[in-house]
T-cell receptor, first 115, second 111 residues
Framework: EAGVAQSPRYKIIEKRQSVAFWCNPI?????LYWYQQILGQGPKLLIQ????????DSQLPKDRFSAERLKGVDSTLKIQPAKLEDSAVYLC?????????????FGEGSRLTVL | EDKVVQSPLSLVVHEGDTVTLNCSYE??????LLWYKQEKKAPTFLFML????IEKKSGRLSSILDKKELFSILNITATQTGDSAVYLC???????????FGTGTRLKVLA
């Protein structure tokens, strides 16, 4: 079974530039999450999708961050314009709703450095 | 506001030692508590604890959940250098499938 795919793995940009990250969850997983993990901290939920609808985006800085999940499969997270404090690893995760293990499956992450 | 607090923040031990990592939580509509191990890449799943499964064990790792006192511990016995990692605790909110993570405990095992 293929895992959660993310790209790019690494990205370096200057502040005020824009960047986009892509995530392809495990096939059949209805729920998709984007987490931001700043160095030395735990993952912080940015947005949660169930199929192609947003369940929770309360911690997404909507003035600069946006995310979409077209057709309930792939998802894109965009930052425009980027700030220095956006430097972090952006983790995408998916889960099979209702599965008894409740396990989150994570991608390898996209490491963003904003200069 | 839902909250997950882990302690200690970091820990350095020698091979063969036993360590106990702590996770306390406050969450509305608790469904499950999960432990993950994170090395340099993405977190990998260790255990899930729920009301119907409050104790789990796998090899040298074990975990218990105290739903009354709202905490969990992760024990690692006979530690090895390969156990060096950040251990993350996450709590799931029932009905929303929302997972709140703690800040993690960074464990370093010295040879």
């Amino acid at each position: 079974e293929a895992g959660v795919a993310q790209s790019p793995r690494y990205k370096i940009i200057e502040k005020r530039q824009s960047v986009a990250f892509w995530c392809n969850p495990i096939s059949g997983h209805a729920t998709l999450y984007w987490y931001q993990q700043i160095l030395g901290q735990g993952p912080k939920l940015l947005i949660q999708f169930q199929n192609n609808g947003v369940v929770d985006d309360s911690q997404l800085p909507k003035d600069r961050f946006s995310a979409e999940r077209l057709k309930g499969v792939d998802s894109t997270l965009k930052i425009q314009p980027a700030k220095l404090e956006d430097s972090a690893v952006y983790l995408c995760a998916s889960s099979l709703e209702g599965l008894s293990t409740g396990e989150l499956f994570f991608g390898e992450g996209s490491r963003l450095t904003v200069l | 506001e839902d909250k997950v607090v882990q302690s200690p923040l970091s820990l350095v031990v020698h091979e063969g030692d036993t360590v106990t990592l702590n996770c306390s939580y406050e969450v509305t509509n608790f469904r499950s508590l999960l432990w993950y191990k994170q090395e340099k890449k993405a977190p990998t799943f260790l255990f899930m604890l729920t009301s119907s499964g409050i104790e789990k064990k796998s090899g040298r790792l074990s975990s218990i959940l105290d739903k009354k006192e709202l905490f969990s511990i992760l024990n690692i016995t006979a530690t090895q250098t390969g156990d060096s990692a950040v251990y993350l605790c996450a709590v799931e909110n029932e009905g929303t499938y929302k997972y709140i993570f703690g800040t993690g405990t960074r464990l370093k095992v010295l040879a």
